[in-house]
């Protein structure tokens, strides 16, 4: 059965059409049985994120693929065709690879993506649609994505703003972990910035937000606390690192502010953030001996160097997934041969009992055993050569190909001069 991907992301579609078909996890399930159950389908998973949706599955007709996205979603063809990918079986294997690798994904190598296909993968299998190829499928794709972790850069440098931030700090301070940080603002960059640091556990988390409310909502998600941006001058010099991004047309944090934090500090090292355009943060703190100040072009400096490093490393990954490609459809090349190969064995079977019997028969009237066993050989022989035989007397148009594939088939070692 034909292997196929069939999807949408964020390469072929605007958020507006993708937020269209989309999935929500607890619908999986449903949307699986309903897949295969009504079209020609056997065998199926679904890849639902944010930047794509994509199925992944066996079939002879694809096009029943496209017109159940469409109608589950209630979207006529033509408005999500112009959107659409399907590629088969060796474009669809690369494809796959190349996505639980990070190579297909907005950030180049984030790692997200492994465990949101673990999850498909896993999603499959309870609904009984993760058949034999779709298993094998999704096995190789996680090796594949280790190997390509493990043996090249692509995951190895920062490419994002927040993870610049957190890369910088921790030269600064060795371990986050042991640092009380203050967030400024609550919109979606520091929510981003928060999140990464809070990954790793620090001390304590403070959010300063001119609305508490949403402060608040946002140090309850980090497990911190909130504040009023009014308390910020006298709070500064408990916190280690400092991460602001505001719409504030001026300068939250002034240099005198922070020559008070300092000393109250001992003069122990703050690092700073200013993610804000214009600054929350004025430019002369930058030049205090004990402030580590970092600005949105400091960190789109390191941003660059990190896309420019995996960008690099793509040239290995692409190569070990070209090699992994080769080696899967081998794998499943084989698959076809399996009928065949239980056909042939049956048939073979079949007449060695039917030749068995026959001896037993005549040993049982008391014939010599020799003789019967000699006429054993012969007859089961016979049957074993006959189709091959007839085949290759019968052969017309294949009078090159077919006694190839019959020395190939039996290990046949021919000796050009024997008929001279």
């Known amino acids: 059965m034909p292997l196929f991907t069939l999807g949408i992301n964020h390469h072929t579609?605007?958020?507006?059409?993708?937020?269209?078909?989309?999935?929500?996890?607890?619908?999986?399930?449903r949307a699986l049985a309903d897949l295969t159950h009504c079209k020609p389908v056997h065998e199926a998973a679904i890849l639902s994120t944010c930047n794509r949706t994509e199925l992944y599955f066996a079939t002879d007709a694809p096009e029943a693929a496209a017109q159940w996205l469409a109608e589950y979603h209630h979207l006529a063809r033509h408005e999500l065709d112009p959107y659409l990918y399907t590629y088969p079986e060796r474009d669809a294997v690369r494809h796959v690879f190349r996505v639980a690798s990070g190579l297909d994904s907005m950030v180049l190598g984030e790692p997200q993506i492994l465990g949101q296909m673990k999850e498909a993968a896993r999603a499959a299998d309870e609904a009984g649609t993760l058949g034999t190829t779709l298993h094998k499928l999704f096995q190789h794709s996680f090796a594949v994505a280790k190997e390509v972790r493990s043996t090249t850069a692509i995951?190895?440098?920062v490419v994002s703003m927040a993870a610049a931030a957190v890369r910088l700090a921790e030269r600064i301070f060795g371990r986050i972990a042991d640092q009380?940080?203050?967030?400024?603002?609550?919109?979606?960059?520091?929510?981003?910035?928060?999140?990464?640091?809070?990954?790793?556990?620090?001390?304590?988390?403070?959010?300063?937000?001119?609305?508490?409310?949403?402060?608040?909502?946002?140090?309850?998600?980090?497990?911190?606390?909130?504040?009023?941006?009014?308390?910020?001058?006298?709070?500064?010099?408990?916190?280690?690192?400092?991460?602001?991004?505001?719409?504030?047309?001026?300068?939250?944090?002034?240099?005198?502010?922070?020559?008070?934090?300092?000393?109250?500090?001992?003069?122990?090292p703050m690092f700073m953030v200013d993610l804000a355009v214009p600054r929350d943060i004025e430019t002369e703190i930058g030049d205090l001996d004990d402030v580590f100040l970092y600005t949105v072009d400091d960190l789109a400096q390191?941003?660059?160097?990190?896309?420019?490093?995996?960008?690099?490393?793509?040239?290995?990954?692409?190569?070990?997934?070209?090699?992994?490609?080769?080696?899967?459809l081998r794998w499943l090349a084989t698959r076809g041969t399996v009928p065949v190969i239980?056909?042939?064995?049956?048939?073979?079977?079949?007449?060695?009992r039917h030749e068995l019997e026959h001896a037993l028969k005549l040993l049982a009237r008391g014939e010599d055993p020799a003789r019967v066993l000699e006429q054993f050989s012969h007859r089961l022989t016979n049957k074993f050569l006959h189709a091959p035989t007839q085949a290759l007397s019968q052969a017309a148009g294949d009078r090159d190909e077919l006694p190839s594939l019959a020395a190939r088939l039996f290990h046949l070692h021919t000796d050009s001069h024997m008929g001279e």
């Open 13 to 29: 579609a605007p958020l507006s059409v993708r937020e269209q078909v989309a999935f929500h996890s607890a619908g999986v399930p």
């Open 155 to 157: 995951g190895v440098n």
């Open 180 to 268: 009380k940080l203050l967030f400024i603002g609550a919109g979606e960059m520091i929510d981003l910035c928060a999140r990464h640091f809070a990954a790793n556990r620090p001390k304590q988390v403070v959010i300063a937000n001119r609305t508490v409310e949403r402060g608040l909502a946002l140090a309850d998600r980090l497990g911190g606390t909130a504040i009023r941006l009014e308390e910020i001058g006298e709070r500064l010099a408990q916190f280690d690192i400092v991460v602001s991004c505001t719409a504030s047309p001026l300068p939250i944090i002034g240099l005198g502010m922070v020559e008070r934090a300092i000393r109250l500090r001992r003069h122990r």
């Open 302 to 328: 390191v941003v660059a160097a990190g896309i420019e490093s995996r960008q690099a490393a793509v040239i290995d990954a692409e190569a070990i997934i070209s090699d992994r490609v080769d080696g899967f």
């Open 342 to 352: 239980r056909s042939l064995r049956d048939a073979a079977e079949r007449s060695r």
